[in-house]
């Protein structure tokens, strides 16, 4: 058995390359009195995960995103069967989705749902990777994950965009027309809702769940990176 401390311990030497001399200067702002967390929530075609990225690129930080998925299955051990909780990806159990794990290991309970199975992987991952780094998460619960971790600061922003901007981007970027991307954004954002509300029993759009509010057609993608750089850098950083 392999604990998720050694897993970790290898992911990091074997496979992450940080900038280190951003992460350095960055650190020497902040001090080192435990690691930050910008956990990003987002209505989908509000470009939220390019955001994340450009803001984890700027301030050379962590970036998790998809590849939790893929870090969740390795760690349990369960990469052959990448499709199956790729479709459990970020969704609530329900009865009608309702697939049980039974390819049970030292890592996995056997007899769960696919989507309790990998929520919990990623949620153990999450938790050990803040002890690593400062990172950006975007979605997977993690301001609910996190809230309670000791020496961990957590800023929770939820990114938003009125309606037809978002149906432009999604027509754009899935090539898609407007009736099929209206649709696509509604049952994302359901879908996105529907998962939230399961796990941390919390409105995913309940404005108290989170410490800011952007508008990404409003201020632009940039804006929205340097606000998400400027409060890591003055409101986490400062509480230490």
């Known amino acids: 058995m392999i604990s998720i401390e050694q897993f970790l311990h290898f992911y990091y030497n074997n496979i992450i390359t940080l900038e ?7 650190r ?7 690691h930050k967390a910008i956990c990003i929530n987002r209505k989908c075609g509000s470009e939220g995960h390019i955001i994340g ?6 301030l050379g930080i962590g970036y998790y995103d998809r590849n939790l998925l893929d870090l969740a299955l390795e760690y349990g051990g369960l990469a052959e069967y990448r499709e199956k909780f790729e479709q459990a990806d ?15 290991n030292d890592n996995v309970k056997k007899g769960y749902p696919h989507t309790e199975t990998l929520y919990q992987l ?27 971790v000791e020496d961990v600061d957590v800023l929770s922003i939820f990114i938003t965009a009125p309606e037809e901007y ?25 879908r996105r809702k529907a998962y939230y509300n399961c796990f941390t029993k919390t409105d995913w759009n309940h404005l108290s769940s989170y410490g800011m509010i952007l508008n990404s057609e409003f201020l632009g993608k940039e804006k929205c990176c ?7 850098k003055s409101v986490l950083c400062h509480d230490n």
Not at 90 to 104: D, P, S, V
Not at 169 to 190: F, G, H, P, W, Y
């Open 20 to 26: 280190k001399g951003i992460l350095s200067v960055i």
């Open 28 to 34: 020497e702002e902040c001090g080192e009195m435990g």
């Open 53 to 58: 990225k450009m803001a984890a690129d700027k």
């Open 90 to 104: 970020e969704r609530a159990t329900n009865k009608a989705y309702y697939q049980l794990q039974y390819q049970g």
């Open 122 to 148: 990623q949620s153990d991952l999450i938790r050990e990777l803040i002890k690593k780094e400062d990172c950006i998460f975007i979605g997977r619960c993690a301001n609910y994950i996190l809230q309670d």
């Open 166 to 190: 978002r149906i432009k981007n999604i027509m754009e970027s899935d090539n898609l027309t407007r009736t099929k991307a209206k649709m696509r954004i509604r049952q994302v954002d359901q």
């Open 226 to 232: 340097d606000i998400i750089c400027e409060l890591y």
